[in-house]
């Protein structure tokens, strides 16, 4: 664990406030990545090119008060229940780094929390896991189509040391991206984001991944098994594994790679979505599709949805210096 203070406590302000608007209200792009959670019924997304300038938001959902989270450095997307030990916490940017992941810090008894990790690393609650809850990440146009109905995070506005050359906080435009040269870069970590500064030119050990190369975490029990998405690409676009006595299928979808809990099927990917039970699934929101008989090979039978897991979302170099290298999937 190297912990690094880069600046003050929410230089870089979460939304600790937040309000929605429909979903066709957005006004950017329709390739934008939305994070996705469904509580109870109630859906709502959160761009994360309104997150890149915030990193957390602290809401309540189906009555359920979540913080959802994004680290940009380590591209990690976690949502969480608020709720430690019967407290609600509202969570804020410390202005640290642990191993270039956001360190969150509870207002409430001021522990300090890593992201990417969902444990409390300094303060009361060091040691304690937060409970990470179903999530997906898919691109705004799809968050509208598969969800017409939903509500979508509105521009929180104000000022972020993100949208900075410095470290004092400048007005949010959240048509510009000030990582965009990161995510392109061949570097990782923030040394390679702000070209100096706190921190040091990092060396990924793998020489068969990107270090920042898309993985999908999976940790249930005890055990933890990153899947990146070249991976399952290359697998044929579905994987199958076994995590903490889990059993949990992975869809690489044109929309994202999307986890679920895996009912045992034999699954493959086809045109149009996955067959698995001699039924054609869609890899993102884990439903049946209609599909004539014809096509099918048999008469189209509904199947109750597949169950979402909460897998995390996150670059391999992030997944690494939590997990080691022994803990990623290979075709």
């Given at each position: 664990?190297?912990?690094?203070e880069v600046l003050p406590k929410d230089a870089i302000p979460p939304v600790y406030e937040p309000t929605f608007e429909p979903v066709e209200a957005y006004p950017y792009e329709p390739d934008d990545d939305v994070i996705v959670v469904e509580i109870d019924g109630e859906v709502r997304g959160y761009p994360i090119r309104y997150l890149t300038y915030h990193e957390i938001v602290d809401d309540e959902l189906g009555g359920v008060p979540i913080a959802v989270t994004w680290c940009p450095l380590c591209g990690s997307v976690l949502v969480f229940d608020r709720r430690v030990d019967g407290q609600t916490l509202t969570f804020g940017v410390s202005g640290k780094l642990d191993d270039d992941t956001l360190v969150m810090y509870?207002?409430?008894t001021g522990s300090?929390?890593?992201q990417s990790l969902s444990e409390g690393i300094a303060g009361e609650h060091e040691g304690t896991r937060l409970d990470v809850l179903p999530s997906s990440v898919?691109?705004?146009e799809r968050f509208r189509e598969d969800h017409p109905d939903a509500a979508v995070l509105e521009a929180p506005g104000g000022a972020s040391e993100t949208a900075s050359e410095t470290d004092e906080p400048a007005q949010v435009d959240y048509s510009e991206n000030n990582f965009d040269d990161y995510f392109e870069s061949d570097g990782f970590g923030l040394a390679a984001h702000r070209g100096d500064g706190p921190g040091v030119e990092r060396e990924f050990p793998l020489d068969w991944l990107d270090?920042?190369?898309?993985v999908v975490g999976l940790e249930h029990d005890g055990d933890a098994v990153g899947l990146p998405r070249p991976e399952v690409?290359?697998?044929g676009g579905v994987v199958s594994v076994t995590v903490g006595g889990a059993d949990v299928v992975v869809f690489a979808t044109d929309h994202g790679t999307h986890a679920f809990h895996d009912p045992g099927y034999d699954w493959e990917a086809t045109r149009g979505g996955f067959r698995g039970d001699g039924a054609l699934w869609d890899g993102v929101t884990g439903?049946?599709?209609d599909e004539p008989a014809a096509h099918s090979g048999e008469a189209y039978r509904q199947r109750d949805p597949l169950e979402r897991f909460p897998a995390i979302r996150l670059f391999a170099f992030g997944w690494v210096d939590n997990h080691g290298t022994d803990a990623l999937f290979r075709a």
């Open positions: 664990m190297t912990v690094i509870d207002h409430e300090e929390w890593k898919t691109t705004y270090p920042k190369t898309v690409e290359a697998a439903e049946t599709v």
